[in-house]
């Protein structure tokens, strides 16, 4: 069975700081996708970041961006200039496993404190 | 609609009753998902529907857990006999993804949130 493990169940960091969310899978597929979600407490489910397995460049949504080691199984995201906006639960995930579905991490709860 | 939909947004039942929670996804969109978030956990797979094809239901926990996908769009998650442990937020997901590919994303409604007292 595929897992994904985000071993940082809080972290708080301050307005403005850089802060990295740590994020390792398990996965026998060649081929898949790893994903952030942000879900801030009105429950909805926000994608922040995509990465294919086959690209080696770590992918980059202005403020948002991996680390992707692909032989380490390691995906991180990494937020700069962080914002009271940000404040929210981040959950990894990973396709390619065998529900044929995503496969979520158990979250990370981020606060941004002013 | 817009986005992913899903009702009712919270739900008080008693032990033993049966609830349905439904989920309206994205017209178009042919994969939809079940997953459910016990407070302080990550999501947890439930079934996955895609197109005509037969669901995934791998992760349904107990017999007491179905889901049926009718048309291709409206889906119903049913429990039957609730117990207490069932309290969690159970939130729907739909992607355009097609079978035998990976690269979508997964548009989530804001769950129901089901409390068994």
């Known amino acids: 069975a595929q897992t994904v493990t985000q071993s940082q169940p809080e972290m708080s960091v301050q307005e403005a700081e850089t802060v990295t969310l740590s994020c390792t899978y398990d996965t026998s597929e060649n081929n898949y996708y790893l994903f952030w979600y942000k879900q801030p407490p009105s429950r909805q489910m926000i994608l922040v970041i995509r990465?294919?397995?086959?690209?080696?460049q770590n992918a980059t949504e202005n403020r948002f961006s991996v680390n992707f080691q692909k032989a380490a199984k390691s995906f991180s995201l990494k937020i700069s200039d962080s914002q009271l906006g940000d404040t929210a639960m981040y959950f990894c995930?990973?396709?390619?496993?065998?529900?044929?579905?995503?496969?979520f991490g158990k979250g990370t709860h981020l606060i941004i404190q002013p | 609609g817009a986005g992913v939909s899903q009702s009712p947004s919270n739900k008080v039942t008693e032990k033993g009753k049966d609830v349905e929670l439904r989920c309206d996804p994205i017209?178009?969109?042919?994969?939809l998902y079940w997953y459910r978030q016990s407070l302080g956990q990550g999501l947890e797979f439930l079934i996955y529907?895609?197109?005509?094809?037969?669901?995934?239901k791998s992760g349904l926990p107990s017999d007491r857990f179905s889901a049926e996908r009718t048309g291709g769009s409206v889906s119903t998650l049913t429990i039957q006999r609730t117990q207490q442990e069932d309290s969690a937020v159970y939130l729907c997901?739909?992607?355009?993804?097609?079978?035998?590919?990976?690269?979508?994303?997964?548009?989530f409604g804001q769950g129901t949130r089901l409390t068994v007292v």
């Open positions: 017209s178009g969109h042919t994969a």
């Open positions: 995930a990973s396709t390619g496993g065998g529900a044929d579905g995503l496969t």
């Open positions: 529907f895609q197109g005509n094809s037969a669901p995934d």
């Open positions: 990465q294919e397995a086959y690209k080696q």
């Open positions: 997901a739909s992607s355009s993804r097609l079978t035998g590919t990976l690269n979508t994303e997964a548009f």
